[in-house]
């Protein structure tokens, strides 16, 4: 068993649905969420005396909110190598709220600039730029990995108009970890700025954002609680501060100033004018409580045993008849621990469906916010694209996600790969029990 099952809450919880006949589950689906961690609803529960507005109360309570508030700054700060004094640290909703902020911030910055993206992302990091700026899309290799050449002739034809380069750490999809360092470096050379998306890559290992004057520094990093074991509704954006200084806040009302007059208006500083109203003080300190238990078990460690679990689970399917793996072996001392793949000949709804009802394992299928990365990588042409696009009842093709989190064991991995067997084996059976409309 996982030596840190018991950390997370809810993993020997009965299913409250009435098709379930499982008591307990395995949830091989993190990459969308992970369980909380049973130490950060503790803290909430422990913090909830103190429950009060921050920063505007001269109470005992909202004082002591406030402080704690600041503090988590400071905790999400040194996690990740951020500069407090160069650095702003925003919370808000998720990864996509961050990202479309920072996509609204650099307009003010940049009227009409470029910004490259990547054929590996998820929508959060694709659709924000689009409409805003010319966006061009780094290429992807057939495993699926970013082609670190069509980055170098893109931002050698485009030259002083890249302002953005915008990239995955980690994908959700094939779990692959760009070397964002590097690009870092390529990226500056060529007098543009890079932003990570961190949503998969922050929870799975340690991260650093390295010193402002470093010429691998990240510039601007974004990621979520709900998937580092933190509960739903926090995200975070951290930039240079001037980025937030150039324009007036998108959102505007309480907490985004320090005068107002009828006819005038003088913005706080940043992060408190790019948080307007009252932020979620719990969802902020349950990350940061979450945090600190990450860092306690320590980063590296995370990092590798779910590398151990992902390697055991590699070549566990790899013996499974009529599994289709998609991303590449000998790569995966460089992946987070996401497993995509296929059963031929049967729907991969049909295969996640199988595998919740009848063996109570949770998995994700479909096309996981990335469809122009699923197109790639299962070789979508562009007249089925425009079939789909007509007939939004056509089955979409897809993959199945296995994605691990700390608490999961090799010992459910075999039970999943029993699972699998008898799937494989049964194909006629679950064509005949699933109707890939119905589910
Ligand atoms: N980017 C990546 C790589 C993701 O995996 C996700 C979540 N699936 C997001 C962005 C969006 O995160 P959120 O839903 O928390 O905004």
């Known amino acids: 068993l996982s030596p840190y099952k018991d950390f997370v809450v809810g ?7 009435a098709d379930q006949t499982f008591t307990t589950a395995i949830n091989f689906d993190n990459a969308a969420t992970t369980p909380p961690f049973d130490c950060v609803m503790n803290d909430l529960v422990e913090f909830s005396p103190w ?3 921050i920063h505007r109360g001269a109470g005992y309570k909202s004082q002591y909110s406030t402080k704690l508030y600041e503090e988590s700054r400071k905790i999400i700060s040194s996690f990740i190598g951020a500069d407090m004094d160069y650095h702003s640290i925003i919370f808000l909703k998720n990864t996509t709220e961050a990202i479309n902020k920072l996509s609204n911030k650099l307009l003010a910055l940049h009227k009409d600039g470029v910004v490259l993206s990547t054929c590996m992302e998820h929508h959060s990091n694709d659709l924000p730029w689009r409409n805003k700026y010319t966006v061009d899309y780094i290429a992807v290799d057939k495993y699926g990995e970013l082609s670190m050449e069509d980055l170098k002739n893109k931002l050698i034809s485009y030259g002083k108009k890249v302002q953005l380069v915008t990239i995955t750490g980690a994908s959700n999809v094939t779990g692959y970890i760009n070397p964002i360092h590097e690009i870092a470096e390529l990226v500056h050379q060529h007098g543009a700025k890079l932003l990570v998306d961190g949503a998969q890559l922050v929870p799975h290992g340690p991260v650093n954002m390295k010193p402002v004057e470093h010429p691998q520094h990240i510039d601007y ?9 933190a509960p739903f509704g926090t995200g975070v954006l951290i930039g240079p501060k001037d980025t937030f200084r150039e324009s007036p806040p998108d959102y505007t009302g309480g907490g985004t100033v320090q005068f107002v007059s009828h006819d005038h208006i003088k913005w706080l500083d940043p992060p408190e004018r790019e948080e307007a109203g009252t ?3 719990m969802g902020v300190l349950a990350l940061s409580s979450a945090i600190k238990k990450l860092l306690s078990i320590g980063m590296a460690q995370v990092e590798s045993y779910e590398r151990a679990l992902t390697r055991h689970a590699y070549e566990s399917l790899s013996n499974i008849p009529n599994v289709e793996l998609y991303t590449n072996k000998s790569h995966l001392h460089r992946t987070i621990s996401i497993i995509p793949f296929n059963i031929k000949g049967l729907h991969h709804s049909i295969v996640a469906a199988a595998l919740s009802k009848e063996f109570g394992i949770a998995v994700r299928n479909g096309c996981f916010c990335a469809q122009p990365y699923l197109q790639r990588l299962l070789n979508v042409s562009a007249e089925d694209s425009e079939e789909y696009m007509k007939d939004p009842t056509l089955p979409m093709p897809g993959m199945v996600r296995l994605s691990f989190g700390i608490y999961n064991s090799i010992e459910e ?6 699972a699998l ?5 049964n194909r006629d059976l679950y064509l005949q029990k699933y109707n890939i409309q119905e589910i």
């Not at 993993?11 to 649905?17: A, Q, S």
């Not at 990093?221 to 074991?229: C, E, I, P, R, T």
């Open 421 to 425: 067997f008898h799937i494989s084996r």
């Open 279 to 281: 932020p979620n003080i």
């Open 221 to 229: 990093l974004v990621f979520s609680a709900h998937k580092m074991y």
């Open 413 to 418: 991995i075999n039970i999943l790969t029993k």
């Open 51 to 53: 429950y009060s507005s």
């Open 11 to 17: 993993v020997d919880t009965k299913v409250p649905l």
